[in-house]
């Protein structure tokens, strides 16, 4: 492949980072990683990367990505000791009903977060060009004395913080997720700030882990009661080792889940279905719970920008980041991986306008899906347009629909999955089937303590 410059620095050694660095490395005679957290050999959560303590899905889409860019990892996964499984196979609730199981070929790999991380980073760290510079803070970046061109990045390694020195680039990719500073850096070098669309979630993640018991999950992967507008507390609750399983509850527009041991397990309680409380209610917990607050999602729009620094790029949670619920975060920094590739393949250094018209496209459907489904819920703030109203209307019916029809719950799985386009769902075929199940938007289902007598919390 035509080599298209000395050296790509990437700003970040999370998933985004990692990513962007494995395709880098194609084009590039060296990649260097500019990580701020000991990352080597970490398979646990780290301080810049707290929200890795959390339930993390990788989507169909993500999951096949890397497998492409690292082949076998799903095997080599497994060999680790992570549960793979069928996406449609699982335990899925949504609107406190459980949808029909569907065999839908889509695997799911329900690694801990920085488990899987350290996987797909070894596998980063060990192409002969590419080097990990670990414990180091990325300070700002070098332009040219016009600032047009970025040429470098000023560092500061952990180890010496007397010292900041200067890496060279020939181009700089900033993958330093939600925090990045980029659209500081433009405005310090005369240049404006991206726009920033928002939308408000208020939401919290509280996590803890259990060790298994045999009966806990009934041969299932995982056990999902999803947040929706008439149930919006919701639980991802799934194994994540031989031994250990990992439930992480949200709340939204601030009704945070606590981390206090009794009342985390009277949250569990409240979910809509019985079956997490029932499963937890006396397990064994192996950590004290942990929150982490996601305010907004949060998509800055670079592809808005008339002017734009060259030899700089940005991608990541630092290009859109997602309401988390919907999963998507990985999953798209690996599509954004293999939109860079595509424009290194045109055998030129990337030209930043292009790039991020491209990344503003792969992020409009994910976006459309997160943005637009939080909007179902009436204290979100934003505007509801046709397309928003007409949407959330058909998903309520649709989610409904795959509760009687197992077809259902796959077009929609292949769809949350990010491996067909939200359209998919629109054809006759599948529209015939909601509309045969669910003619009007269906009510909640009710929640089990309505029809049950609650236990008491011990
Ligand atoms: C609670 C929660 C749950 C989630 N669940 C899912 C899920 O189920 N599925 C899914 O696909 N996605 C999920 N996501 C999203 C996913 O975590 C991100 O999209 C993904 O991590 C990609 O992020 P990134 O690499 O761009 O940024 P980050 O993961 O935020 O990484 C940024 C990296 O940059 C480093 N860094 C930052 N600043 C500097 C600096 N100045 N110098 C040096 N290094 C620096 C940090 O240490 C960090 O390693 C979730 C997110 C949250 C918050």
Redesign the pocket.
Known sequence: MTQLGARAVV???????VLAARVLAESYAEVVV????R?LGVSTP????P??V??????AR?HLILEELFPDLTEELRAAGVPTGDLGEMRWFFNGRRIQPAHTGLVSVTAP?PVL?NHVRNRVAAITNVTLIEE????GLVATADHEQIVGVR?RRRTDPAEAEVIDADLVVD???????TPAWLDELGFQRPEEERVKVGLA?TTRHYRIRPEMFDGVQSINPVASPAHPRGA?FGQVAPDVCIL?LTGLLGDYPPTDPDAFLEFVRSLPVADVYEAVRDAEALDEAVS?R?PASVRRRYDRLLRFPGRLLV?????C??N??Y???????AIQAMTLRSHLRLGRPPEPHRFFADLSRVVDTPWDISAGGDLDFPGVEGRRNLKVRIGNAYMARLQYAATKDPEVTNGFMRVAGLMDPPQALMRPSMVRRVLRHAIRRPGPGPSWRDTTPAPAVE
């Open positions: 700003l970040g050694g999370s998933m985004g980072g500019v990580e701020r957290d990352v780290r301080r810049g990367a929200h890795t959390h339930a993390h899905g990788l989507h993500g977060r991380e180091c803070d990325v300070l560092v993958a330093t997720g939600r925090g990045s500073r993640y991802f992480s982490f996601f991608v990541g949670d630092a290009f980041s997602f988390p619920v999963g998507q975060g990985m999953s798209v920094a």
